[in-house]
């Protein structure tokens, strides 16, 4: 029977507990009383949110993006609209023709040539030099063994410079002969040759001055 007074004194300790929690609920506001189980006492006390205390919110609001498809008005530092009409058009320089050291020209420009005093050479046959040929032009057929003696004596005689023009006829048409005497001349060093293209039956036509014999 003395174990009797130990157990009596745990719970009796045990039931003051009881008895001063009882109380501490009972004297608790009703935000923090504990409810029972089966009592109308909820165990968790409701608090509607209106009634806590709102705290500074730490997030930055977003600011709205700009959009795009709106019209922008004009600010002060847009430059104005000038219309395509007022902008100065760019001056453009005439192109100039590239220099060909071989060119040909017609019966009326041959003309001009002769008047000027320009040097005609023949390049047709000795033959049909002989029968005629335009007044004061020298002889040097393409296709005969003196043609180099021919220019020599063309040159001293005249002593052409290498810009300076020099005309050079044949028959006119298909005739080849005046060509290939520019080249020649072309190859010596000279780049101002004048090809009339017509040749002579033009030159004939026109009525203007011709000789015969002299080759």
Same mark, same amino acid.
């Given at each position: 029977m003395r174990s009797a007074p130990i157990l009596i004194r745990p719970l009796a300790l045990a039931g003051l507990a009881v008895a001063a929690a009882l109380l501490s609920n009972f004297l608790a506001s009703p935000a923090r009383r504990l409810g029972w189980a089966g009592s109308g006492v909820p165990l968790s006390p409701s608090v509607s949110p209106q009634t806590l205390p709102r705290e500074p919110s730490l997030v930055e609001p977003a600011v709205p993006e700009p959009r795009f498809d709106r019209p922008i008005s004009p600010s002060r530092t847009t430059s104005p609209k000038v219309a395509p009409s007022a902008i100065p058009a760019a001056?453009?320089? /005439?192109? @100039? /023709?590239? *220099? #060909?050291?071989?060119?040909?020209?017609? @019966? &009326? &420009? $041959?003309?001009?040539? *002769?008047? #000027?005093? @320009?040097?005609?050479?023949?390049?047709?046959? %000795? $033959? !049909? *030099?002989? &029968?005629?040929?335009? $007044?004061? $032009?020298? %002889? @040097?057929?393409?296709?005969? %063994? !003196?043609? !180099?003696?021919?220019l020599l004596s063309f040159k001293a005689a005249r002593r052409p410079g290498s810009e300076d023009p020099i005309v050079i006829y044949c028959t006119g048409g298909d005739c080849r002969d005046s060509h290939l005497l520019a080249e020649k001349l072309l190859g010596e060093g000279y780049f101002h040759l004048l090809l009339f293209h017509d040749g002579f039956p033009a030159w004939v036509a026109q009525g203007h001055p011709v000789e015969k014999g002299r080759p």
């Open positions: 001056r453009q320089e /005439p192109e @100039t /023709p590239a *220099f #060909s050291p071989i060119r040909e020209i017609s @019966t &009326e &420009e $041959a003309w001009q040539a *002769f008047q #000027s005093g @320009t040097p005609f050479l023949d390049a047709r046959r %000795s $033959a !049909d *030099f002989l &029968e005629g040929h335009i $007044a004061g $032009a020298w %002889s @040097t057929p393409v296709w005969e %063994s !003196d043609l !180099d003696d021919r």
